[in-house]
Structure formats: structure tokens, C-alpha cells
């Protein structure tokens, strides 16, 4: 029995959809990014909530995954005699959010990473005075019913490194106050 050769054009087709597939395989197995919104209760009372007609039982500083629609979601917060304090809507157009139903302040703080002269004068250009202490660097105050300018979650931590990036790259994190404080100090102080 005779054996057909495979053309170089074809092998090399061949070869361009396999590693095709494999890197497609390794973004979404390993790189790509979970999209979920939190709803989240940074106080030390619990609060109950009702998103999209499901009601959740928020304990102090606790929080839940929750769904949410693209577009429009209704919400409605309950004070501690179960009386409605609130009834609105909020949009959703990103892919992670936090649902701030407290109406407490949170901080989104700007990580840069990359090889770019004076990076660090990019912390230095910037700062936030909270209780009385200058924080340097982009920070962003944020007390909004629905938080969505940012890339990690309250529950997920900055990248160490971005490897292979020539230019500045930027990520924002959201933090609950006392979070942002320990983490600057234990990053930057």
C-alpha cells in the first residue's frame, strides 16, 4: 500500500489550527476572567435586600455573587422592621459590578504595571486624603448604588506581574475602606 505525502501547505495549516486551538484552550482555561457582580454588606448590621424579586439576607460584612441582568434590574432595601426603604433601578452594562446597597464608600486604586520610566511618579502625581492620612497614587471615591469601573473584584487580588508588557499598563481594584487601608500599608508604607 502506497502512503499519500501530505503537502508543506497543508501541514502547515494543520499546525496553525492546532496551536490555534491550544492557546484558545489556555486563555480559557487559565487567563480568562470570571465576570460576576457581588452584592455587599461592609457594615457591621445586617441588611436584607431585594434584587430582580429575589430577596437576600446579608450578614455583617458579608457578600454574595448574585445575577443581574444586562440593562435595567430593580432593587429594593429593607431597613431592620422590614419596611422598604428604597425602590429603584440601576443599569448594568459591564461585566462585574458591586452592589452597594449601603451607600458606604469604596475605593478603586490604580495599579501600574510595565517598563515605563518614572512609573513611579505616576503614584507620586496623584493622592487621596482619607482620615486625615494622604494615600498617593489614582485613587477614586465611590458610593454609588451600582459600582462597575473596575477590573478586580472586591474579592479577588491584583495580578503580581503582567509579563511581556513594553508599555504602562493600568488595573483598577475596588476595596472596602478598612481593605484598601491594610492593603496600601502593607504594600506602599
Known sequence: ??????????????????????????????????????????????????????????????????????????????????????????NVETKRGVINPTFNKYYIFTQYYGHVENKDSLMLSESMNIDNKNYFGKIEADSTLFISDFYFNLNEDFQKVIKNIDSLERRKKIFRKKDFIDYYTNNYR
Request: charged share 25%.
Open 1 to 90: 500500500m502506497k502512503h499519500k505525502k501530505i503537502s508543506p501547505s497543508l501541514l502547515g495549516f494543520l499546525i496553525a489550527v492546532i496551536l490555534s486551538v491550544g492557546s484558545m484552550a489556555v486563555y480559557f482555561v487559565f487567563l480568562q476572567k470570571d465576570e460576576f457582580y457581588l452584592l455587599d454588606n461592609p457594615t457591621s448590621k445586617p441588611t436584607v435586600v431585594e434584587l430582580n424579586d429575589v430577596k437576600y439576607h446579608l450578614q455583617p460584612y458579608e457578600q454574595k455573587k448574585v445575577d443581574l441582568n444586562k440593562g435595567r434590574n430593580s432593587i429594593k432595601i429593607y431597613d431592620d422592621k422590614n419596611k422598604i426603604i428604597r425602590d429603584t433601578f440601576f
